[in-house]
């Protein structure tokens, strides 16, 4: 058995000192570096991250159906804006995000603006206007309408990139600074109108036939629902929903 192991010889060679590769001198880090797939490199949606195709293009920005000024075209949300701006801006935060009720919108908004403007006006009425306090009040008061804007204009915004709308009449938080009630109404509108164009069409539910069944007498004969006319038919009910 040992002569038959010697008379096949390893086919692996030793290599010597000199003949040995030197070692690479591999710095930390180096071959932790990016590498560039072009698989890869797709357009991406914004929204949910998912590829799309290279000759997508994304949608125009629309106008808005209805001006800033055009109150007067929904008497309910005019009203409701003018006496109510907090109740209509919580409507209208709960109709575009539906996971939020809109009693939250409401309270900030009640706090924030009709509140700051009832508490400088009881103050003012109560203890008279006074040159050394007005000054500070009147800061309160802008420093709580500009935080009411840039948080209702967030929500304008979120509004337009929904619905793709265009900047009208400029940006988001500036329309909210200086046409607050104004814009919530627009806003109303808009959502009011594309909330009732995505109603579902009525549809027609068409019931089946009875089930009939076959019968056997004693002469094996079978008997089926006729008409007075001795021709079988079925009614069928249509009924919209």
């Known amino acids: 058995m040992a002569d038959e192991g010697n008379s096949n010889p390893s086919r692996y060679v030793k290599l010597t000192k000199d003949q040995a590769q030197p070692l690479e001198d591999i710095k930390p880090g180096e071959l932790n570096q990016p590498i560039e797939v072009p698989q890869l490199g ?25 001006g800033i000024f055009g109150c007067a075209e929904d008497t309910e949300s005019c009203w409701t804006g003018l006496f109510c701006p907090c109740v209509l801006f919580g409507r ?19 706090i924030f603006v009709e509140g700051g403007i009832a508490l400088a006006a009881a103050t003012a009425a109560i203890y008279g206007i006074d040159p050394r ?44 600074c200086c046409m607050h009630w104004c814009a919530l109404c627009q806003e109303h509108r808009e959502m009011k109108g594309r909330l009732s164009d995505d109603v579902a069409m009525p549809m027609t ?13 004693g002469d094996n004969r079978t008997s089926a629902p006729s008409s007075t006319n001795g021709t079988e038919h079925t009614t069928l009910e249509m009924q919209a929903l």
């Not at 797709?42 to 209805?66: I, M, R, Y």
């Not at 802008?142 to 009449?169: A, D, E």
């Not at 019931?207 to 056997?216: L, R």
Request: charge should be negative.
């Open 133 to 176: 306090t007005s000054f500070l009040f009147c800061e309160g008061l802008l420093f709580s309408w500009w935080m009411c804007g840039i948080y209702t204009g967030l929500v304008r915004q979120s509004l337009q990139k929904k619905y793709h709308l265009k900047n009208s009449p400029c940006d988001p938080c500036l329309v909210h």
């Open 92 to 110: 209208n935060v709960e109709n575009l995000r539906e996971d939020t009720p809109w009693t939250t919108p409401c309270v900030c908004h009640a």
């Open 42 to 66: 797709v357009h991406k949606c914004n929204e949910c991250g998912q590829p799309l195709p290279e000759s997508f293009e994304p949608p125009a920005d629309e106008p808005w159906t209805t």
């Open 205 to 217: 539910i068409v019931n089946p036939p009875p089930i009939q069944e076959m019968a056997a007498d």
